[in-house]
Nanobody, 116 residues
Framework: DVQLQASGGGSVQVGGSLKLSCAVSGHSFDEYIIGWFRQTPGNEREGVSAISAVDDSTYYAASVKGRFTISIDNAQDTVYLQMNSLKPEDTAVYYC?????????WGQGTLVTVSS
């Protein structure tokens, strides 16, 4: 079965950068769309960005467009999310999953904290 493991979170100041990684294992992901999602306490998980492993087409939520860049390394079965110009409202636990997400693919996520 497919496993997706997010990593790379941390604490940064406003305007800083982080690069998240999503390692995909258990199945070739070249038929999937892989997405990044985030969640803050008391709120629903929201889609942030996604990339197609078939044609590299991308999607960005309006709140991150122009600041975040999603990319894919097919050789490493890894999807990256480069986050620049971070804002306090980007603080959340970030998860990767297929898009649309499948409930049994949610991992623990990685925490991103942006402080002013």
């Amino acid at each position: 079965d497919v496993q997706l493991q997010a990593s790379g979170g941390g604490s940064v100041q406003v305007g800083g950068s982080l690069k998240l990684s999503c390692a995909v294992s258990g199945h070739s992901f070249d038929e999937y769309i892989i997405g990044w999602f985030r969640q803050t306490p008391g709120n629903e998980r929201e889609g942030v960005s996604a990339i197609s492993a078939v044609d590299d087409s991308t999607y960005y939520a309006a709140s991150v467009k122009g600041r975040f860049t999603i990319s894919i390394d097919n050789a490493q079965d890894t999807v990256y999310l480069q986050m620049n110009s971070l804002k306090p409202e980007d603080t959340a636990v970030y998860y990767c999953n297929t898009d649309p997400p499948r409930s049994h693919y949610w991992g623990q996520g990685t925490l991103v904290t942006v402080s002013s």
